[in-house]
């Protein structure tokens, strides 16, 4: 049962985190749109690219959400797609999507990415009790409907010729996942992110019980069981998880 409801001001010692909370939820969901409209344009299939653009304007309702609530609890995030990793994901995302690779795109995009959303959003909506938990927990929600739109589509082409799935997984997994894992290693390995307001957000997550060495874990967790039900080797899989910077 859904929890009630609180909208008493956020504690001041909550406020600075709870902020950069979502501003790199709001960044990230952008890169999403983006993502997503660069997805339409490589897609012949007609009925593909319009379900491209449905997920791209999804994304878009997702930051206009966390938008307001961030307003309506007078917090203010600060958006930005050129930090760091965020661009590092989307020039990512680009290089596949001026190929053309569909399949590579989704990987990126409903996989990897969307794993990282729906188990972090997962998280953050736990331990919040108010308007901005409950908007973390339906967007995970309605995140996870993108990884299932992933799954028959990309356990097809792994049954055309699953060798050659399989390389472009593990290539994907190492040009990608190994930007996330840097991204919630446990300090910042390439410095600075760009998004958070003042220092690295992750020293001060233990303010909202939360801590990025659990939700880094939940969230490959949910990676790896998405690999799994795709069709590819759990043994192998594990590896490519324990081999990513830490």
Request: glycine residues 6%; negative net charge.
């Amino acid at each position: 049962m859904e929890k009630p409801l609180l909208s008493e001001p956020i504690a001041a010692e909550q406020q600075a985190v709870i902020t950069d909370i979502l501003s790199q939820a709001i960044t990230g969901e952008l890169i999403g749109m983006s993502n997503f409209a660069s997805l339409a344009g490589a897609i012949d299939d007609v009925h593909e690219k319009m379900e491209a653009v449905e997920h791209a304007n999804c994304e878009r309702n997702h930051a206009e959400g966390f938008i307001a609530v961030a307003k309506q609890f007078g917090l203010q995030p600060i958006i930005n797609m050129e930090g760091y990793y965020w661009k590092n994901v989307r020039d990512c995302f680009l290089k596949y999507a001026k190929q053309k690779d569909c399949i590579g795109c989704i990987i990126i995009q409903e996989v990897m990415l969307e794993c990282f959303a729906v188990s972090m959003y997962h998280d953050v909506g736990q331990v919040l009790d108010n308007e901005i938990g409950a908007l973390f927990r339906a967007i995970s929600a309605e995140e996870e409907e993108h990884i299932e739109h992933s799954i028959n589509l990309l356990q097809a082409e792994m049954n055309k010729d699953s060798f050659a799935f399989y390389q472009k997984v593990e290539a994907i997994h190492w040009d990608c996942m190994g930007i996330l894992a840097e991204w919630t290693a446990q300090t910042d390995l390439k410095g600075h992110c760009g998004v958070c307001k003042g220092t690295c957000m992750k020293e001060s997550l233990p303010n909202v019980s939360l801590d990025v060495t659990t939700m880094r874990g939940n969230a490959l967790n949910l990676y790896m069981k998405t690999l799994d039900r795709i069709g590819l080797p759990g043994e192998k899989t594990l590896q490519w998880v324990i081999n990513l910077p830490a």
